[in-house]
């Protein structure tokens, strides 16, 4: 393989280079492991998924197509090393050379669905890119040159200083859209660029436009990989080589305009006005109209026929290509590629490689962390104004409590609501890693960034931005309505609460949805484990009452380690029997806060005040290393 650019210090682009590199694959196997369960005794068995796929990729596009299943997808991963060497047997070799450990950090692959963060606009993440993906050694100024240069190339000049678009802001058009993705990983100047399926999503005029633009690339000099199902005719007329997929195998590689003239002398004629493309996917799937129409009369067809014909049909492509001249062409070729590589006996592994460090990755991630957070409403402004209008809510409700009987009920009533109020609010944040899952692995094998940068970026924008404010605000609005204990320190001591449990279920939300796809999912094991936790707060039932058996459950909760905190601190010293005639008091009235503590099973000396706090400090540390190793044993390859 030819080494890396160094950036801008060739100030190749988009168009030019004339540095693609040849791509060969030999003997590519690839086998999946399915199902396996210990509870059934089910046993696990084997799917191949590529069978034996040989072939040479040169500069130029390059296609492979193939119907759903076939295996393209699956396919374009293996040549881009992003599958799980697990399953995988055979070599991929660049310029005959063996495909280096941190391949997929030197390729660019633009992935189906558009990972790129939306709230940017197009300048903002190709600078991005640039300033994580580009060596140190490359100047700033010459980055920033770099970016314009592609952008113009892009044809992005228009839309440069747009933002790229989310579901709440409007942004650029869907080709645009594509165009930044593939302009992200232009950035590094990439010897091979990999696209899965990037027609996906955008009409056929707009699809069209996105393949030209690769056509003009290929033209000068790079090598693109890329998958699509069923392009149009415009756009198959711009493959210089194809590669046709049935169920895992190789029915054809060779010249994409070609593939015509194969096919006819096997006996498969295309309809003059039929899609290239279109005929392909019929052939490949045994349709009465591509097949049949090409060995009998329209009078012969009959169900039978067509049974017999699906059922063979992928047995006889198979064979026919291997009896082709293309296959014995293309074995020659891959033998002589073989035999000037340089013997190796280690199996294929995945490596990370970073241009960057720790501190230029963390500013830069840090950063667009916080620019996405405050050009975001809904996770910014919003959570704000809900925390005030609920902390409006529970001081009118609770407004001016007194010091008697019904004030001890209400400030008990209140501090439960508050504790509880934190651990709910903070379910928001298991969309933290879920809703960027996808530009997280993207970004992270592509070798933007460390793992433990990310993870410490989105703590800090997080918990500490997102939890602390909104905390704050709640405090200082709900506190004075319901007129708690009016001294400054129990008023600090409070807030101090109040954000320690907002930090600690914030943390437990995060390792329970680190791992997780899909946000509903996630919230239900949340919600169940805030209702489990909120029986043994110490509202609903007395803790000193539970039986022992069930005792040690109160010290998973964390809204009792909070509420316990916030009595100790509010009841201490009061007393609700101030108003009475102390010789009319009735007996078993619970007249100091004190006393109230203890029927509560509260400890209210300095270490058990303290202790709460040291727990819940204790369990957001164990959340916390929880979300990191779930995030670090992600399945990053699929």
Same mark, same amino acid.
């Given at each position: 393989m030819e080494p890396r650019s160094n950036g801008a210090s060739k100030h190749q682009s988009a168009g030019s280079g004339q540095h693609g590199a040849t791509v060969s694959f030999h003997n590519i196997h690839y086998k999946v492991t399915q199902g396996g369960n210990f509870l059934c005794r089910k046993k696990a068995t084997t799917k191949d998924i590529l069978i034996d796929l040989n072939g040479i990729?040169?500069?130029?596009?390059? =296609?492979?197509?193939?119907?759903?299943?076939?295996?393209?997808?699956?396919?374009?991963?293996?040549?881009? *090393?992003?599958?799980?060497?697990?399953?995988?047997?055979?070599?991929?070799?660049?310029?005959?050379?063996?495909?280096?450990?941190?391949?997929k950090c030197l390729s660019g692959y633009v992935v189906q669905d558009d990972v790129v963060m939306g709230t940017l606009t197009v300048r903002e993440n190709f600078s991005f890119s640039a300033a994580l993906r580009l060596p140190s050694t490359v100047s700033q100024e010459e980055k920033d040159q770099k970016v314009n240069k592609l952008i113009q190339e892009l044809g992005l000049s228009r839309v440069a200083d747009s933002r790229v678009g989310t579901q709440l802001i409007r942004g650029i058009s869907g080709g645009e859209r594509k165009r930044t993705n593939i302009g992200m990983e232009l950035i590094i100047d990439p010897s091979v660029l990999f696209l899965d399926e990037p027609t996906t999503g955008l009409d056929a005029s707009t699809a069209n436009s996105v393949l030209l633009l690769l056509k003009r690339m290929a033209n000068n000099g790079r090598t693109i990989i890329l998958s699509i199902?069923?392009?149009?005719?415009?756009?198959?007329?711009?493959?210089?080589?194809?590669?046709?997929?049935?169920?895992?195998?190789?029915?054809?590689?060779?010249? =994409?305009?070609?593939?015509?003239?194969?096919?006819?002398?096997?006996?498969?004629n295309c309809e003059p006005h039929n899609n290239p493309a279109d005929f392909f996917l019929d052939v490949i799937n045994g349709d009465s109209t591509a097949v049949i129409y090409s060995n009998m009369d329209r009078e012969d067809l009959d169900s039978d026929s067509v049974s017999k014909s699906r059922q063979?049909?992928?047995?006889?492509?198979?064979?026919?290509?291997?009896?082709?001249?293309?296959?014995?062409?293309?074995?020659?070729?891959?033998?002589?590629?073989?035999?000037?590589?340089?013997?190796?006996?280690?199996?294929?592994?995945?490596?990370?490689?970073?241009?960057?460090?720790?501190?230029t990755q963390f500013r830069w991630v840090l950063k667009r962390t916080f620019r996405n957070l405050l050009l975001n409403p809904q996770t910014s402004i919003a959570q704000v *104004?809900?925390?005030?209008?609920?902390?409006?809510?529970?001081?009118?409700?609770?407004?001016?409590?007194?010091?008697?009987?019904?004030?001890?009920?209400?400030?008990?009533?209140?501090?439960?609501?508050?504790?509880?109020?934190?651990?709910?609010?903070?379910?928001?944040? =298991?969309?933290?890693?879920?809703?960027?899952?996808?530009?997280?692995?993207?970004?992270?094998?592509?070798?933007?960034?460390?793992?433990?940068?990310?993870?410490?970026?989105?703590?800090?924008?997080?918990?500490?931005?997102?939890?602390?404010?909104?905390?704050?605000?709640?405090?200082?609005?709900?506190?004075?309505?319901?007129?708690?204990?009016?001294? =400054?320190? *129990?008023?600090?001591?409070?807030?101090?609460?109040?954000?320690?449990?907002?930090?600690t279920a914030t943390a437990m939300a995060l390792a329970i949805s680190a791992d997780q796809t899909v946000v509903a999912i996630a919230n239900i094991f949340m919600t169940i484990a805030c209702v489990f936790m909120m029986i043994f707060a110490g509202l609903l039932v007395n803790l000193p009452s539970i039986v022992n058996w069930l005792a040690w459950l109160k010290y998973l909760s964390i809204p009792r380690y909070g509420l316990s905190a916030l009595e100790i601190n509010e009841f201490a010293g009061l007393n609700f029997c101030r108003e009475?005639?102390?010789?009319?008091?009735?007996?078993?009235?619970?007249?100091?806060?004190?006393?109230?503590?203890?029927?509560?099973?509260?400890?209210?000396?300095?270490?058990?005040?303290w202790q709460n706090h040291m727990a819940l400090g204790i369990m957001t540390i164990c959340f916390l290393i929880i979300t990191y190793l779930k995030l670090y044993f992600i399945r990053k390859f699929t």
């Amino acid at each position: 393989m030819e080494p890396r650019s160094n950036g801008a210090s060739k100030h190749q682009s988009a168009g030019s280079g004339q540095h693609g590199a040849t791509v060969s694959f030999h003997n590519i196997h690839y086998k999946v492991t399915q199902g396996g369960n210990f509870l059934c005794r089910k046993k696990a068995t084997t799917k191949d998924i590529l069978i034996d796929l040989n072939g040479i990729m040169k500069p130029g596009l390059n =296609a492979i197509m193939g119907a759903t299943g076939s295996g393209k997808s699956s396919f374009l991963d293996v040549l881009a *090393a992003r599958k799980d060497p697990a399953g995988l047997s055979g070599e991929v070799l660049i310029d005959g050379a063996p495909q280096p450990p941190n391949f997929k950090c030197l390729s660019g692959y633009v992935v189906q669905d558009d990972v790129v963060m939306g709230t940017l606009t197009v300048r903002e993440n190709f600078s991005f890119s640039a300033a994580l993906r580009l060596p140190s050694t490359v100047s700033q100024e010459e980055k920033d040159q770099k970016v314009n240069k592609l952008i113009q190339e892009l044809g992005l000049s228009r839309v440069a200083d747009s933002r790229v678009g989310t579901q709440l802001i409007r942004g650029i058009s869907g080709g645009e859209r594509k165009r930044t993705n593939i302009g992200m990983e232009l950035i590094i100047d990439p010897s091979v660029l990999f696209l899965d399926e990037p027609t996906t999503g955008l009409d056929a005029s707009t699809a069209n436009s996105v393949l030209l633009l690769l056509k003009r690339m290929a033209n000068n000099g790079r090598t693109i990989i890329l998958s699509i199902h069923q392009p149009r005719y415009t756009i198959y007329r711009l493959f210089d080589s194809l590669t046709l997929l049935v169920t895992g195998k190789q029915v054809y590689h060779g010249p =994409a305009q070609r593939a015509l003239e194969y096919f006819s002398d096997i006996g498969y004629n295309c309809e003059p006005h039929n899609n290239p493309a279109d005929f392909f996917l019929d052939v490949i799937n045994g349709d009465s109209t591509a097949v049949i129409y090409s060995n009998m009369d329209r009078e012969d067809l009959d169900s039978d026929s067509v049974s017999k014909s699906r059922q063979g049909i992928e047995e006889k492509l198979v064979e026919e290509y291997r009896n082709c001249h293309y296959y014995k062409q293309t074995k020659t070729e891959l033998e002589r590629i073989i035999q000037g590589k340089p013997p190796t006996t280690t199996k294929p592994s995945r490596t990370i490689t970073y241009n960057t460090s720790f501190l230029t990755q963390f500013r830069w991630v840090l950063k667009r962390t916080f620019r996405n957070l405050l050009l975001n409403p809904q996770t910014s402004i919003a959570q704000v *104004a809900v925390t005030l209008f609920l902390a409006l809510v529970v001081g009118a409700i609770f407004f001016g409590v007194r010091e008697d009987q019904k004030g001890l009920q209400n400030r008990f009533g209140a501090l439960f609501f508050i504790t509880v109020n934190q651990c709910f609010s903070s379910l928001s944040s =298991a969309e933290l890693f879920i809703s960027e899952r996808k530009l997280f692995i993207h970004e992270y094998i592509s070798g933007y960034y460390r793992l433990s940068v990310y993870f410490l970026s989105k703590m800090l924008s997080d918990i500490i931005t997102l939890r602390t404010i909104p905390a704050v605000v709640f405090s200082c609005v709900a506190y004075f309505m319901i007129g708690l204990k009016p001294t =400054a320190e *129990a008023f600090f001591l409070f807030m101090f609460t109040v954000i320690l449990v907002a930090y600690t279920a914030t943390a437990m939300a995060l390792a329970i949805s680190a791992d997780q796809t899909v946000v509903a999912i996630a919230n239900i094991f949340m919600t169940i484990a805030c209702v489990f936790m909120m029986i043994f707060a110490g509202l609903l039932v007395n803790l000193p009452s539970i039986v022992n058996w069930l005792a040690w459950l109160k010290y998973l909760s964390i809204p009792r380690y909070g509420l316990s905190a916030l009595e100790i601190n509010e009841f201490a010293g009061l007393n609700f029997c101030r108003e009475s005639n102390t010789s009319t008091v009735p007996p078993g009235l619970t007249c100091t806060g004190e006393e109230f503590l203890t029927i509560q099973g509260v400890d209210y000396s300095t270490w058990g005040f303290w202790q709460n706090h040291m727990a819940l400090g204790i369990m957001t540390i164990c959340f916390l290393i929880i979300t990191y190793l779930k995030l670090y044993f992600i399945r990053k390859f699929t």
